[in-house]
C-alpha cells in the first residue's frame, strides 16, 4: 500500500561527512526504484535511479544501494552539503506504471 | 531536458469556486501525466494517471467529479478542482514521463492551492 507519513524522521549531519537516508520498501514485486530530493515549496528532483537486477549505483557524490532480500533501499551522499538540505523520497515501481512513495526523510546539514 | 512546468505556482479562491491547474511538458512528449497531492510534512500521494486521449485512471478515494483531468495533448494535462472546499487546500504535483514504465517521472514545480 501506499506510505504516508505524518512526521518526517530528520537526518542531521556536519557538513562534510557522508549521509545515508535508507528506505523499507512494501512491495516484493517492484523492479524499479528511484530517489527524489524536495526542497521546500517546490517539486521533487529526480537524484538517482536502480532497476531490480542491481545491487548499487553511483552517481556524482551519490550512491544508491538495493537489497532485495529484505526490500530496502539506501541513498548515500558523499561530502555532504548545505545544498543538500531537503527531504529525500524514495519511490518504488511494480507495474501499472505508476510510483509509490516512502514516507520521506527530512536531511538537515550543519556547518 | 525534461523540464515539466505547472500553472499557476500558487493560487487562492472562494469556496464553491473551482480552479483549474495546468501541467506541460516543455521538451518531451508525455505519453503519461500523473497528478499528485502533497499535505504539509507528507508524502506525495497519487491522485490519478492520465494518459494522451484517454480518460484518467484515478486512485482508490478519488472522486474524479471533483477533480476533472483532461490530457488533451502529449505535452499539456490539466486538473480542475470543482466546488473547491478548504479541505482541498494542499500543494498539487504533476510529473510526466514519455516512453516505458521505468521510465523517470519528471515532476512540476508544484501549485499551492488555498481555498478560503
Known amino acids: 500500500g501506499e506510505s504516508v507519513g505524518l512526521h518526517l524522521p530528520t537526518l542531521s549531519v556536519q557538513e562534510g561527512d557522508n549521509s545515508i537516508i535508507n528506505c ?3 512491495n516484493s514485486a517492484s523492479d524499479y526504484f528511484i530517489w527524489y530530493k524536495q526542497e521546500s515549496g517546490k517539486g521533487p528532483q529526480f537524484i538517482i535511479d536502480i532497476r531490480s537486477n542491481m545491487d548499487k549505483r553511483q552517481g556524482q557524490r551519490v550512491t544508491v544501494l538495493l ?3 529484505v526490500k530496502h533501499l539506501s541513498l548515500q ?3 555532504t552539503q548545505p545544498g543538500d538540505s531537503a ?3 524514495c519511490a518504488e515501481s511494480g507495474g501499472y506504471n505508476k510510483l509509490i512513495f516512502g514516507a520521506g526523510t527530512r536531511l538537515a546539514v550543519h556547518p | 531536458g525534461a523540464v515539466v512546468s505547472q500553472h499557476p505556482s500558487w493560487v487562492i479562491c472562494k469556496s464553491g469556486t473551482s480552479v483549474k ?8 512528449q508525455a505519453t503519461t501525466m500523473f497528478w499528485y497531492r502533497q499535505f504539509p510534512k507528507q508524502s506525495l500521494m497519487l491522485m490519478a494517471t492520465s494518459n494522451e486521449g484517454s480518460k484518467a485512471t484515478y ?3 478519488v472522486e474524479k467529479d471533483k477533480f476533472l483531468i483532461n490530457h488533451a495533448s502529449l505535452t499539456l494535462s490539466t486538473l480542475t478542482v470543482t466546488s473547491a472546499h478548504p479541505e482541498d487546500s494542499s500543494f498539487y504535483i504533476c510529473s510526466a514521463k514519455s516512453g516505458s514504465r521505468t521510465d523517470t517521472q519528471y515532476f512540476g514545480p508544484g501549485t499551492r492551492l488555498t481555498v478560503l
Do not use: M, P, W
Open chain 2, 59 to 61: 486512485e482508490q478515494g
Open chain 1, 67 to 69: 537489497n532485495k532480500t
Open chain 1, 87 to 89: 527531504v529525500y523520497f
Open chain 1, 24 to 26: 523499507a520498501y512494501s
Open chain 1, 77 to 79: 551522499i558523499a561530502a
Open chain 2, 21 to 28: 491547474i495546468e501541467c506541460r511538458s516543455l521538451d518531451f
